[in-house]
């Protein structure tokens, strides 16, 4: 499994942005779907967004498609979220997940987890 470390949360206004980072070691992510999961005060996990392999195609949950990014760099086996235009109900502790089963949205179908990183958008 892979071991997987996130980064660049934060503390933002409502409409900024902010780019976390998901490094990852002992497996490299150029042969994994990778994914970002958020989990909101008193909310369950929710699925956010993934990438193939390859570095496509991509896929978003629909609370974020057209302000959120999904891309990857092979050779720094890291895999970044960029967020635009953040909302309140963005806040959450975002993780980013490993799955070998292709693109998907189901956090029972990726087998490794970060530990998370905080995002909180103040209105």
């Known amino acids: 499994q892979a071991q997987l470390v996130e980064s660049g949360g934060g503390l933002v206004q409502a409409g900024g942005s902010l780019t976390l980072s998901c490094a990852a070691s002992?497996?490299?992510?150029?042969?994994?779907?990778m994914g970002w999961f958020r989990q909101g005060p008193g909310k369950e996990r929710e699925f956010v967004a993934a990438?193939?392999?390859?570095?496509?195609?991509?896929m978003y949950a629909d609370s974020v498609k057209g302000r959120f990014t999904i891309s990857k760099d092979n050779a720094k086996n890291t895999v970044y979220l960029q967020m635009n235009s953040l909302k309140a109900e963005d806040t959450a502790l975002y993780y980013c997940a490993s799955t070998p089963y292709g693109l998907q949205s189901d956090p029972r179908r990726y087998d490794a987890w970060g530990q998370g990183t905080q995002v909180t958008v103040s209105s």
């Open positions: 002992r497996r490299t992510i150029s042969s994994v779907t």
């Open positions: 990438i193939f392999w390859s570095g496509r195609p991509t």
